[in-house]
């Protein structure tokens, strides 16, 4: 979305420029956190408002800024706040959010990067009044499904019992049947996360499917992760039909995490080979 930090920071008189959080409906109060606990403001455009503060430049640009950003004790705080900044806004009305460490040189600057793209940001915040991104996570515990998979099929339990008393036959055909139930348990895995891919992103106005992550130390491994943006007005309802859905699958291993309602980072307007 932004150009780069050299490309906009051109060193102004003060030495500092102007940090952009997020675009907001104009009638949205700001009362915004500081990245760099100094000024702050909303710079105003038809019907958008940017909502930024002003930081030294020397911190976000060259080589100063290449440290920083290497830097966790320098970036954590600030990108908790940026955060902290979009979710206010968020609680008081529609935001189109900007990732952390957009820098312009000046509110000139900012307002000629907004001009072109007025009527497409207030068409977002429009659309976004009535909407919320949620976010849906589906793990599946490998123990459970791997027992669930072994009770349920009669034939594997007789297989079982039928495993030779003699140590050395038996232990090759038990690794055998354990692999057998494994594989039959991430097959399971595969056609859940099919399952409830299509069954719970249906009452989404639009889905962003998402990275998924390896298993984790207690064995859940990911099998569905997915940005939703849902109605306002149907979130309840989803929220009560993901738990049936979870207590219907539950002896499977299925654990299903809903969280939101986030900034939609995931469904902003796209400008240029980057996201706001």
């Given amino acids: 979305m932004f150009p780069s930090i050299q490309e906009t920071c051109e060193q102004s008189l003060s030495g500092r420029g102007v940090y952009l959080y997020c675009f907001t ?5 700001a009362e915004p956190p500081d990245v760099e606990s100094s000024g702050r403001g909303r710079l105003i455009a038809g019907e958008v408002a940017a909502v930024f503060s002003t930081v030294p430049l020397a911190d976000w640009q060259g080589p100063a800024a290449e440290a920083h950003l290497q830097d966790s004790q320098w970036v954590i705080p600030r990108a908790l706040a940026h955060e902290q900044v979009i979710e206010k806004h ?3 009305g529609p935001v189109l959010p900007v990732r952390f460490g957009a820098i312009f040189s000046s509110e000139a600057a900012l307002l000629e990067f907004m001009r072109p793209r007025l009527g497409e ?3 977002f915040l429009d659309r976004m009044r009535e909407l919320e991104e949620w976010s849906l996570k589906g793990y599946l515990h490998s123990e459970a499904a791997e027992q669930w998979v072994a009770l349920s099929d009669p034939a594997l339990a007789e297989r079982r019992q039928r495993l030779p008393a003699a140590p050395g036959a038996r232990y090759f055909q038990e690794k055998r049947l354990q692999a ?6 991430r097959q399971l895995g595969r056609t859940l996360a ?5 069954d719970l992103t249906a009452p989404a106005v639009e889905v962003r499917p998402l990275g998924s992550r ?6 859940r491994e990911m099998i569905l992760h997915a940005a939703l943006l849902l109605p306002r007005v149907s979130v309840g ?13 539950r002896d499977r291993g299925l654990t ?3 969280t939101g309602p986030w900034p939609p980072f995931n469904f902003c307007p796209r400008w240029g080979d980057e996201s706001p």
């Fill in 121 to 123: 940001i207030s068409q």
């Fill in 214 to 219: 390896p298993p984790d130390d207690s064995g």
């Fill in 180 to 185: 057998e139930i494994q594989e039959r348990a």
């Fill in 90 to 92: 968020l609680a008081r």
């Fill in 25 to 29: 409906p104009p009638g949205v109060p």
């Fill in 237 to 249: 309802a989803f929220r009560d039909y993901a738990e049936r859905v979870q207590a219907a699958h």
């Fill in 256 to 258: 299903l995490e809903i």
């Fill in 194 to 198: 099919e399952s409830l891919a299509a």
